[in-house]
């Protein structure tokens, strides 16, 4: 199946500072997201993003599908960012699961 | 985004009951999803759930453990059975979100259920 991998594993931050989150998948894929997972666990969907380039103030994402990565960017980061961010796929079967990499753990210091 | 409401939000239980968690959908959907997150790791999909037939489980999981109902389009359940320690994990379901009103289109999770068994 397809392999996901998320690096940094852990990123602390100074506020206000900017961070690059790396997503990397082992074969192609038809669906690409990133979500935030609050400290009370929610799952926030960020950005659907299998190809292109998105942005939403100050995160944005880029996938590069023939590279098979994608990154999601935080700029100006605020102790609010802090949580885990996954990156999840889906194959190109299209049976909707989705496969999450380890994800990311963000502190956000003041 | 479609809206999922999901019941219970935290539990804490003892081994050897059964739990049973609700999500509920504003939207009719044909595929409905179960993830499990065990304590500081990632998301595991336990099994798909269609309205009309039976669930389909992933690898490693099974209906006796974790049977699950879907009723109509807007609505399923699973159930945690004869509950250890090891079930002690955030449950979670999902469902792909054709409204648009999102960020593009994917899927969607409910808030999940953090399950503690004592």
């Known amino acids: 199946g397809i392999q996901v991998e998320q690096s940094p594993p852990d990123l602390i931050l100074q506020e206000g500072a900017n961070s690059t989150l790396r997503c990397n998948f082992s074969d192609s894929v038809n669906n690409l997201q990133w979500f935030h997972q609050n400290p009370w666990g929610q799952l926030i969907n960020l950005f659907y993003i299998p190809s292109g380039t998105k942005q939403n103030g100050r995160l944005s994402a880029t996938t590069v599908a023939t590279e098979r990565y994608s990154l999601l960017y935080i700029s100006s980061s605020q102790t609010t960012d802090s949580g885990v961010y996954f990156c999840?796929?889906?194959?190109?079967?299209?049976?909707?699961?989705?496969?999450f990499g380890q994800g990311t753990t963000l502190q956000v210091k003041p | 985004s479609a809206v999922i409401s999901q019941k219970p939000s935290r539990d804490i239980c003892q081994r050897g009951t059964s739990l049973t968690i609700q999500c509920q959908v504003d939207?009719?959907?044909?595929?409905m999803f179960w993830y499990r997150q065990q304590p500081g790791q990632s998301l595991t999909l336990i099994a798909t759930a269609n309205q009309g037939s039976e669930a389909t489980y992933e690898s490693g999981f099974v209906i006796d453990k974790f049977p699950i109902s879907r009723p109509n389009l807007t609505f399923s359940t699973l159930t945690v059975s004869n509950m250890s320690p090891e079930d002690s994990s955030i449950y979670l379901c999902?469902?792909?979100?054709?409204?648009?009103?999102?960020w593009g289109y994917g899927y969607t999770f409910g808030s999940g259920t953090r399950l503690t068994v004592v």
């Open positions: 939207s009719q959907v044909t595929m």
């Open positions: 999902s469902v792909e979100d054709h409204s648009g009103r999102g």
């Open positions: 999840a796929v889906g194959g190109s079967s299209n049976t909707g699961k989705l496969i």
